[in-house]
Every structure is written in C-alpha cells, then in structure tokens.
C-alpha cells in the first residue's frame, strides 16, 4: 500500500512559478524508485486530465510542456511538479498518482492504483 500526500500553494498569481510536492509513506526508498509517478489535474467542469510522469523518464503533456516539470527524489519518497509561468487555465486540482512498474511512463488515470487527496490550485490574475 501507497500513501501519497500532496503539499499544495493555494492561491498564485498567472505568470507564477509554484511548485507542488508529493510524498509518498509506506514504501522504501527502492520500491519507490520502481513505481511510476504522475500528476494529474481536474478543472471545474472538467474531466481529469494528465499533466505529467515520471517512470522512466520524464513526460509532459503537451498543454504544459515547456512549462511544467516533473522530476522525482527517490532518498525522500518525493515527487515534484514545478510549474512555471502559470496561466489561468492551470488552475484545477492537482492530484499525485503511482502505480508500481517504472518501465513505462503512464498517462492514462485508469492506470494507477494509488492516488493522493488532491490539492487545490489557483490562479489569479
């Protein structure tokens, strides 16, 4: 069993550059290092939407890439999300995702098993 718990910014202002954690309990560092982690995102209205992985390697979604960075510490059962010159239109709430394998980098939520309580970003302008 994986416990992720997001550590959020709340409120931003657009162009800001906030960056999300996500810690992960209840797993040794090396079986962290074999589950693929991701962050995923859901807007008011919206379905939910991938944002970006990390298994293998890194992986952006398109509407975020260039932008958003995900990158993991494997010695602190962490995954981040940097988000860089942020727009109205990322504001949702993000969610952390694992699921064991690290060979590939998923981008579809029905692939992972386990998931965070989400944190709520905003985004002012």
């Known amino acids: 069993q994986v416990q992720l718990v997001e550590s959020g910014v709340g409120s931003v202002q657009a162009g800001g550059s906030p960056r999300l954690s996500c810690a992960a309990s209840a797993v040794s560092g090396r079986t962290f290092s074999s589950h693929t982690v991701g962050w995923f995102r859901q807007a008011p209205g919206k379905e939910c939407e991938f944002v970006a992985a990390f298994g293998w390697i890194g992986w952006s979604a398109d509407s975020v890439k260039g932008r958003f960075t995900i990158s993991r510490d494997n010695a602190k059962n962490t995954v981040y999300l940097q988000m860089n010159s942020l727009k109205p239109e990322d504001m949702a709430i993000y969610y952390c995702?694992?699921?064991?394998?690290?060979?590939?980098?998923?981008?579809?939520?029905?692939?992972?098993?386990?998931w965070g309580q989400g944190t709520q970003v905003t985004v002012s302008s």
């Open positions: 995702a694992a699921r064991s394998n690290s060979g590939k980098t998923y981008t579809n939520a029905a692939d992972y098993t386990y």
